[in-house]
């Protein structure tokens, strides 16, 4: 799990700007999925993409995308930010799509003011 | 969807004590069923996990069970350590046709000296 990184860190925008966050899962695996974790509640799911495809989408707007690389890092892109979308967007590797196991990176922490 | 349900919110032991999280879930479907423990301001870690043809597993101080007939499925710490204290995630997925996770709202536990 210490091999999943993500960046930046920390983030801060305002409304209606337009956000891009990266993963790198751990070295060998193939699918990356994308949470959500408001401050005081469980992670969210947002994405999951395995060989650079979509293969699971949560409740989320369509102001939220995201994509796959060949080396199978990721990016995920909000668009028109609002203010509820301020929290710590998590990144999570497994090895394959239908593989259990999945490793948390550290979080990227997006206040929207 | 799967609807993961966890309790207490809450729990405060003292050192030395057992500590005890239980989780029901929704989906007869789901099959595996990890625990995080989250650190303030730190990534979800996974401690354990527990896939569906299993009832028990343990890990040192910590186990878990798994009633696939009344769906929920809980996590036993004992000889609890101040370094115990976090909050703790209970999740589930049907790794057959999706391995999002679906997780419960988290226990605070507190363990104190």
């Known amino acids: 799990d210490a091999g999943v990184t993500q960046s930046p860190t920390h983030l801060i925008k305002t409304r209606g700007q337009q956000v891009t966050l990266r993963c790198s899962p751990i070295s060998g695996h193939k699918s990356v999925s994308w949470y959500q974790q408001v401050l005081g509640q469980g992670p969210q799911f947002i994405f999951q993409y395995y060989e650079k495809e979509e293969r699971g989408r949560g409740n989320f707007p369509d102001r939220f995308s995201a994509r796959q690389f060949p080396n199978y890092s990721s990016e995920l892109n909000v668009n028109a930010l609002l203010l509820g979308d301020s929290a710590l967007y998590l990144c999570?590797?497994?090895?394959?799509?239908?593989?259990?196991?999945?490793?948390f990176g550290p979080g990227t922490r997006l206040t929207v003011l | 969807g799967e609807n993961v349900e966890q309790h207490p919110s809450t729990l405060s032991v003292q050192e030395g004590d057992s500590a005890v999280i239980k989780c029901t879930y929704s989906?007869?479907?789901?099959?595996?069923f990890p625990w995080y423990k989250q650190e303030l301001g730190k990534r979800p870690q996974l401690i354990i996990d527990i896939r569906s043809n299993v009832g028990e597993k343990k890990d040192q101080r910590i186990a878990v069970t798994l009633n696939k007939t009344a769906k929920h499925f809980s996590l036993h710490i004992t000889e609890t350590q101040p370094e115990d204290s976090a909050v703790y995630f209970c999740?589930?997925?049907?790794?057959?046709?999706?391995?999002?996770?679906?997780f419960g709202t988290g226990t605070r536990l507190q363990v104190t000296l």
């Open positions: 999570a590797s497994s090895a394959e799509w239908g593989t259990d196991t999945q490793y």
């Open positions: 999740a589930a997925s049907n790794t057959g046709t999706a391995s999002k996770l679906t």
């Open positions: 989906d007869s479907a789901s099959n595996y």
